[in-house]
């Protein structure tokens, strides 16, 4: 089995999955945190070498009070084990931060910075994102440098990209079927799989699937 080097999931379902357990939103959301967990340990034992996740939208904002400041404590306690982590695993963030609390900013921006020499998996996590803000700031980056329009072209543009590598593979849990402002550059020739299970249903089964299942697809680039 051929592995892809780099998957993007859009963790969906998560308040879903509480719903059908009757349980609590944040319950939830636990869940779907426990799973990420899992997530990594599956992409080291298979040897997948990047993970991208749609954490927190920039459309996420406008949630309840209540529902926000359950998230932002759980990404305090995440993100915070995540830094004290002994695994081969080098967690980025990208995204526009200046909504979240100045603790949360500050915890993100170190982990943007702390990098590992050694590592076998890279885990990016999508915070304040959106694909078409992310355009927008590259834009602007390309004009604020004022780069003369003949040196403009898809290279430049990936470069002042939160995300400079494309996943061969995304996939979008919980049963919808949209994008979702998701990468919208980087996954232009993406292979995307829409699956019916909640996030925090996700099991490595599902994910060798679909890898089998990208395998099994052949891959034209439009040629």
């Not at 932002?72 to 990208?94: A, P, Q, Y």
């Not at 834009?139 to 494309?166: A, S």
């Amino acid at each position: 089995m051929k592995l892809p080097e780099h998957v993007a999931i859009i963790l969906d379902g998560n308040r879903r999955y509480a719903k059908k357990k009757g349980l609590s939103a944040g319950k939830g959301h636990d869940a779907g945190a426990d799973k990420v967990s899992k997530l990594a340990d599956w992409a080291l034992e298979l040897g997948i070498k990047e993970l991208t996740l749609y954490t927190f939208s920039t459309e996420n904002f406008n949630r309840a009070k209540r529902e926000k400041a359950f998230l932002f404590n759980l990404f305090r306690k995440k993100f915070n084990e995540l830094k004290g982590s002994k695994k081969d695993v080098e967690v980025r963030v990208i995204g526009k931060f200046n909504k979240f609390p100045k603790d949360v900013q500050r915890i993100l921006n170190n982990i943007t910075k702390r990098k590992k020499k050694k590592k076998k998996l890279v885990m990016n996590f999508a915070m304040g994102y959106g694909g078409r803000a992310e355009i927008v700031e590259a834009v602007k980056d390309i004009v604020k440098k004022r780069v003369p329009r003949n040196k403009v072209n898809e290279d430049l543009i990936r470069k002042c990209l939160y995300l400079k590598n494309d996943p061969e593979i995304v996939i979008r849990s919980g049963g919808e079927v949209r994008t979702s402002n998701f990468l919208m550059w980087q996954s232009a020739y993406s292979e995307w799989f829409f699956t019916e299970k909640l996030w925090p249903e996700f099991t490595k089964k599902d994910l060798i699937k679909i890898i089998k299942e990208f395998n099994a697809r052949e891959r034209r680039f439009g040629k």
